[in-house]
């Protein structure tokens, strides 16, 4: 069964670096999304992407972060100027339609901000 | 706005016996609901969905969901818990036409017992 796939597991950088957060969707999948959960916390929405632009993004998302798909299969998150409550699960999903469908999820990158 | 309410933080149940986990949602519209869940280690996984067709839904491994506009609540149940059931699981909710963005509860832990 076709599954989302996210590098690393666990990512560990120092404040003030840049990050940046990987993930294979499904292969026919066409809308991409980035959600995070600071421990103890939900999981919150950060962005969606759609025919190569970002369709929804939530105030979480600053100027900081961004995305791109660079090739067919990858999509990935960047982190600039890392702060330390940056420090979260972060987690990629896709979905072959927009907002009528199942969003897949990957495992997850934990990212720790030191 | 809306917004998904998991009444219990943790549950606890031995094998074989009933599960319930409790979920009330916040919403203007007529919501999309979805159940998650995650195991350890492991990526957020659909257990079912509910989009206005059957109140009832039913979705993997004998788990069911009913929805009830009237009390705003989307419990889900399953008969007898078995050891593998073991996991967070997450009561999810999307406004119809509102975009891609799934806004998630805090997680219900369950824990079974032999």
């Known amino acids: 069964e076709p599954e989302v796939t996210q590098t690393p597991s666990h990512q560990v950088t120092q404040m003030g670096q840049e990050v940046i957060l990987r993930c294979v969707p499904i292969?026919?999948?066409?809308?991409f999304y980035w959600y995070r959960q600071i421990l103890g916390q939900k999981v919150e929405f950060l962005v969606s992407?759609?025919?190569?632009?970002?369709?929804?993004k939530s105030e979480i998302f600053d100027d900081r972060f961004s995305v791109e798909r660079p090739d067919g299969s990858n999509f990935t998150l960047k982190i600039r100027s890392t702060k330390l409550e940056d420090s979260a699960m972060y987690f990629c999903?896709?979905?072959?339609?927009?907002?009528?469908?199942?969003?897949?999820f990957g495992p997850g990158t934990r990212l720790t901000v030191l | 706005a809306q917004s998904v309410t998991q009444l219990d933080s943790h549950v606890s149940v031995s094998e074989g016996t009933p599960v319930l986990l409790r979920c009330n949602y916040s919403?203007?519209?007529?919501?999309?609901l979805f159940w998650y869940v995650q195991h350890p280690n492991k990526g957020l996984q659909l257990l079912l969905k509910?989009?206005?067709?059957?109140?009832l839904v039913k979705g993997i491994n004998g788990f069911e969901a009913e929805f009830k506009k009237s009390e705003t609540s989307f419990h889900l149940t399953k008969p007898s818990a078995h050891m593998s059931d073991a996991a967070e699981y997450f009561c999810?909710?999307?406004?119809?036409?509102?975009?891609?963005?799934?806004?998630f509860g805090k997680g219900t832990t369950l824990s079974v017992s032999s």
């Open positions: 509910y989009t206005s067709a059957a109140t």
């Open positions: 999903a896709s979905s072959y339609t927009g907002s009528t469908d199942t969003q897949y």
């Open positions: 919403s203007s519209y007529s919501p999309s």
């Open positions: 992407f759609y025919n190569n632009e970002i369709s929804e």
């Open positions: 999810v909710v999307r406004r119809p036409q509102a975009g891609t963005a799934l806004i």
């Open positions: 292969s026919n999948h066409l809308y």
